[in-house]
Antibody, heavy 123, light 110 residues
């Protein structure tokens, strides 16, 4: 079955960088777009970024210019490179699969989700 | 302040029917599909409803979604203790060019 496993979270100082990974299995990874969604402690969900199967990338305004989403289809892995981190980036970061193959549009359709990895930005 | 508005809390007793609302605008719910997610404590969200009112396989038919204009609703019938969770709505917003979520509704099964 489809499985998504995030890694790379940890504690980082403000202004620092971190690279998250999401290893996928159970489906033809190269055919599907992948999302990152985050959840600050005790707060709601916030969409962060999306990468199409063809490689086009989209970001929420608050991370544009600081975060970069990428994918390695040979390793069935999607990444989130996070630079210039701020305290407000502290959250659990989930990766999620878009269930529609080779689409070019974004919806709010995420299925399934990984278990998440915690990023804490603090001095 | 979330773009989609949900009540922060809801409650019901086992067997009851509860409804959770999600209010938006023409740039999101009024023009695009709505999706609903359930998040049990300490776990990742799980898709409950897609494309306004479709249930993925494995989701009980006690869960149903509907939409009218710029508002959507999630109904849970025959409430069970395991439905005690947070519920979120989501949709694409073309004014913001991003996916927007509701602030979440904490459902308590009394």
């Amino acid at each position: 079955q489809v499985q998504l496993v995030e890694s790379g979270g940890g504690v980082v100082q403000p202004g620092g960088s971190l690279r998250l990974s999401c290893a996928a299995s159970g489906f033809k990874f190269s055919d599907y777009g992948m999302h990152w969604v985050r959840q600050a402690p005790g707060k709601g969900l916030e969409w962060v970024a999306f990468i199409q199967s063809g490689g086009n990338k989209y970001y929420t305004d608050s991370v544009k210019g600081r975060f970069t989403i990428s994918r390695d289809n040979s390793k069935n892995t999607v990444f989130l490179q996070m630079n210039s981190l701020r305290a407000e980036d502290t959250a659990v970061y989930f990766c999620a699969k878009d269930p529609r193959p080779t689409v070019t549009t974004i919806t709010g359709w995420f299925d399934p989700w990984g278990q998440g990895t915690l990023v804490t930005v603090s001095s | 302040q979330s773009v989609l508005t949900q009540p922060p809390s809801a409650s019901g007793t086992p067997g009851q029917r509860v409804t959770i609302s999600c209010s938006g605008s023409n740039s999101n719910i009024g023009s695009y599909y709505v999706y609903w997610y359930q998040q049990l404590p300490g776990t990742a969200p799980r898709l409950l409803i897609y494309r306004d009112n479709q249930r993925p396989s494995g989701v009980p038919d006690r869960f149903s979604g509907s939409k009218s204009g710029t508002s959507a609703s999630l109904a849970i019938s025959a409430l069970r203790s395991e439905d005690d969770a947070d519920y979120y709505c989501a949709a694409w917003d073309d004014s913001l060019s991003g996916v927007v979520f509701g602030g979440g509704t904490k459902l308590t099964v009394l």
